[in-house]
């Protein structure tokens, strides 16, 4: 099922069940937002896993990529690569990443170690 809609700039494309949303101005900056914040949702799911004793660091990475970067990159074949696209990318996993081994501010370190 496909169907398309138009408001002035903005047009959403629905595919099997998927939202995609191209900005003729910003190309797939739109896009990129949505599945952040469905990524975000999709690690916040996933609360128990992160604060769990249980499991190792190795563990928790792996179900980090499985689950949460799969929803990220999601329709990442059709974004225009830019830098401001593929640092958003990288912020946001990092953030998550820095969460899931409980890195904290006073205890940082650089990006290339993480």
């Known amino acids: 099922m496909k169907t398309s809609t138009s408001e002035g700039r903005?047009?959403?494309v629905w595919k099997q069940h998927q939202q995609h949303i191209f900005d003729e101005q910003?190309?797939?900056d739109a896009d990129v937002k949505a599945r952040i914040g469905k990524?975000?949702?999709a690690y916040l799911q996933l609360r128990n896993i992160w604060n769990s004793k249980q499991l190792s660091t190795n563990t928790k990475?792996?179900?980090f990529n499985t689950n949460v970067k799969t929803v990220l990159l999601y329709g990442a074949?059709?974004?225009r690569t830019t830098k401001a696209i593929i640092q958003k990318m990288q912020v946001f996993i990092n953030s998550c990443l820095r969460k899931i081994l409980q890195i904290r501010w006073p205890d940082t370190i650089s990006n290339d170690v993480l």
């Open 61 to 63: 990475v792996r179900i």
């Open 77 to 79: 074949e059709t974004w």
């Open 39 to 41: 990524a975000r949702a």
């Open 10 to 12: 903005r047009r959403t």
């Open 26 to 28: 910003c190309g797939s």
